[in-house]
């Protein structure tokens, strides 16, 4: 089952499409973080263009590195000693698709504890955008069965929900780091 659905959602991520997929919070919109086209087109579905709504999924902190060239060494060890998901917001982004880094230059990355998401990331070989299923201004949907028959139409990949694991069902807390180990909580 996991493979099988790893390997769809690939072969969609490798044309510029959009995958509707569970992480280790809420169930996640997204694309190849590279591909500029893909990530407008998550813009339109969401009906939003605000940068600062899409994080990208990295494998691990080795490829976290390659796509920000900025990052102080402190935001790794707190990425470490998190016991709970984390998003970094971090300096010095490149790499990815223009459209989805905001004016200050920063990315916001999460290394997701989530075996699908694991699986993916490390068959990809590049971070993959997630932002929440919904509609922007909307509420998040805790699971599948709340995301908007909008959003499921407007994807080209819905992976099975069998592969969801235990998500927190609520976003990851957010930590923003500036270029000498800065640290600012922006969501608990």
């Not at 190849?32 to 940068?51: C, G, H, M, P, W």
């Not at 989805?100 to 699986?119: A, K, Y």
């Amino acid at each position: 089952m996991m493979e099988k659905e790893v390997e769809a959602a690939l072969e969609v991520l490798r044309r510029g499409g959009l995958i509707l997929y569970p992480t280790d919070t809420v169930w996640g919109i997204g694309c190849d973080a590279t591909d500029e086209k893909a990530v407008e087109r998550i813009y339109e579905l969401k009906r939003s263009v605000n940068k600062h709504s899409m994080l990208v999924l990295c494998r691990d902190a080795d490829m976290i590195v390659r796509y920000v060239d900025k990052a102080p060494g402190i935001a790794f060890e707190v990425l470490e000693m998190a016991t709970k998901p984390l998003t970094l917001i971090l300096e010095g982004a490149v790499g990815v698709a223009p459209n989805l880094i905001p004016e200050e230059g920063t990315l916001g990355v999460r290394v997701p504890d989530h075996e699908f998401c694991r699986q993916l990331l490390r068959r990809f070989g590049k971070p993959i955008v997630s932002t929440s299923a919904n509609i922007s201004g909307e509420e998040t949907p805790k699971g599948l069965d709340k995301v908007s028959r909008e959003i499921v139409d407007g994807v080209d990949y819905v992976v099975n929900p069998r592969v969801q694991g235990r998500p927190t069902g609520k976003p990851s807390s957010i930590v923003a780091f500036g270029p000498r180990g800065e640290v600012k909580i922006i969501r608990k």
